[in-house]
């Protein structure tokens, strides 16, 4: 069964240093989205893209934030200079367009966690 | 922003038991999706909802997107063990690109 994978599982970085959180979607979608959970806390959206763009973002997806396809593949988030309030589990997230209506269904990858001390 | 208000925040049952939980929104969402995550892992998609007054099952699950468009339920019946994780609604206002909102989860503990 098609997956969205992530890598890496955890990822630990000192405060200040940047992050790259990859993620290779299910290879016949083409809406991809980065969410976060902090740990205890619910699911919360950062950013889709669409069509080689940023579609929408939440107001979490500040300056710090960059989202990049680079082949045909991967799908990265970038955190430029992290904060230890970036601490939570980053999830990929990837859809695919059906129907009029664009019906879609979001699967899930498995997650980063990324830990900033 | 939209929020999701779901509930329980969590429930404590007994192996067999029927459970209930539900959202409710001040905004319509197009869309209603449950998803279960069990620690660690990523949310899994149960049941994707996407007219008003729809009931859909997927085997002990059955879930309802409400007429008005601004509330859903879950329902489990006959719980086991494998059932205990958290469940999280979400809701969609649009189309692909559109992010989920989710709701702050239900989690379901059976007790032996």
């Known amino acids: 069964e098609p997956e969205v994978t992530q890598t890496p599982s955890h990822q630990v970085t000192q405060m200040g240093q940047e992050v790259i959180l990859r993620c290779v979607p299910i290879?016949?979608?083409?809406?991809f989205y980065w969410y976060r959970q902090i740990l205890g806390q619910k699911v919360e959206f950062l950013v889709s893209f669409y069509n080689n763009e940023i579609s929408e973002k939440s107001e979490i997806f500040d300056d710090q934030f960059s989202v990049e396809r680079p082949d045909g593949s991967n799908f990265t988030l970038k955190i430029r200079s992290t904060k230890l309030e970036d601490s939570a589990m980053y999830f990929c997230a990837s859809s695919s367009r059906t129907g009029w209506f664009v019906h879609t269904e979001a699967f899930f990858g498995q997650g980063t966690r990324l830990t900033v001390v | 922003g939209q929020q999701l208000n779901q509930s329980p925040q969590s429930m404590f049952i007994q192996e067999g038991e029927d459970v209930s939980m539900n959202c409710t929104s001040s905004s319509i969402f197009n869309t209603w999706l449950w998803y279960k995550q069990d620690p660690g892992e990523g949310p899994v998609l149960l049941i994707a909802l996407y007219k008003a007054g729809e009931l859909t099952s997927n085997g002990r699950l059955t879930a309802q997107f409400g007429i008005t468009r601004k509330d859903s339920f879950l329902n489990i019946s006959a719980s086991i063990p494998s059932d205990v994780g958290i469940y999280f609604c979400?809701?969609?206002?649009?189309?692909?690109?559109?992010?989920?909102?989710f709701g702050k989860g239900t989690h379901l503990i059976i007790q032996p």
């Open positions: 979400a809701g969609q206002r649009g189309g692909g690109a559109d992010g989920l909102t």
């Open positions: 290879s016949n979608h083409l809406y």
